[in-house]
Structures are given as C-alpha cells and as structure tokens.
C-alpha cells in the first residue's frame, strides 16, 4: 500500500494460475505492441489495455483469461460468448482464451480495431 492506496501489478494477477495463463498473457502483449504503444494498467479485478483510452481488458482465471474486446460494432463469431451494446457505437465483446494458439489473426484483427479506436 502506497499512501493508504493498494498497488496492483500485472504480476499479481497471474499468482496461483497456471503458467499457460501468464504465457497467453505475454503472447497477447507482444503482439499488440506490434500495433503500437500501449499501457498496462493494472486494476483490483482485471487488467486494462490502453493506448489514449481503454481498447481491451483481461480477467485472470485459474486455466485462461478472459478477454474483453472494446469495438464499434457487434462481432460474429462463435468464439466471442458474450456480447454488451454499451452504447450508439460502442460494443464490448468477451473472449475465452485457453492457450497462446488463440492469439491468432481473427483476434489480433479485432484487437487492431480496437487499438485504432482507442487512439
């Protein structure tokens, strides 16, 4: 605790997981930073992906990761397995990842929108 105020790490998120979840982890941010900049923000329950603004948030399980994509329209695909219309123009699209395979073309493309979206 800094100033009464808990600090949160990426690190943190990955203790007591299993190591496939840190490794996708690790593949995901690699592969955004070939888009360009980007902060990692660690928060109490999740870890926020921006460039200006948000484009991506990752929850930690014991197996996977959870990872919430920011985009400006609604994603078919039957890998996304949640869906939230947060507003006019702004959807948030939730992916399930099991292993660094599933940081593949398809989610890198979304992940490019959402990147360019948050600029």
């Given at each position: 605790m800094?100033?009464?105020?808990?600090?949160?790490?990426?690190?943190?998120?990955?203790?007591?997981?299993?190591?496939?979840?840190?490794?996708?982890?690790?593949?995901?941010?690699?592969?955004?930073?070939?888009?360009?900049?980007?902060?990692?923000?660690?928060?109490?329950?999740?870890?926020?992906i921006?460039?200006?603004?948000?484009?991506?948030?990752v929850?930690?399980?014991?197996?996977?990761?959870?990872?919430?994509?920011?985009?400006?329209?609604?994603?078919?695909?039957?890998?996304?397995?949640?869906?939230?219309?947060?507003?006019?123009?702004?959807?948030?699209?939730?992916?399930?990842?099991?292993?660094?395979?599933?940081?593949?073309?398809?989610?890198?493309?979304?992940?490019?929108?959402?990147?360019?979206?948050?600029?």
């Amino acid at each position: 605790m800094t100033n009464g105020i808990q600090q949160f790490t990426a690190g943190s998120h990955f203790e007591g997981k299993d190591p496939v979840v840190r490794q996708i982890y690790d593949s995901l941010i690699k592969n955004l930073k070939r888009i360009g900049p980007l902060i990692e923000e660690p928060k109490k329950t999740s870890i926020h992906i921006n460039n200006k603004t948000a484009l991506a948030g990752v929850a930690t399980r014991k197996a996977h990761l959870i990872l919430t994509i920011k985009s400006d329209r609604k994603l078919a695909s039957p890998r996304i397995h949640k869906s939230e219309q947060v507003s006019s123009h702004r959807f948030h699209h939730e992916v399930k990842l099991t292993s660094v395979s599933d940081v593949d073309e398809e989610l890198m493309t979304w992940l490019r929108n959402a990147y360019e979206m948050s600029a």
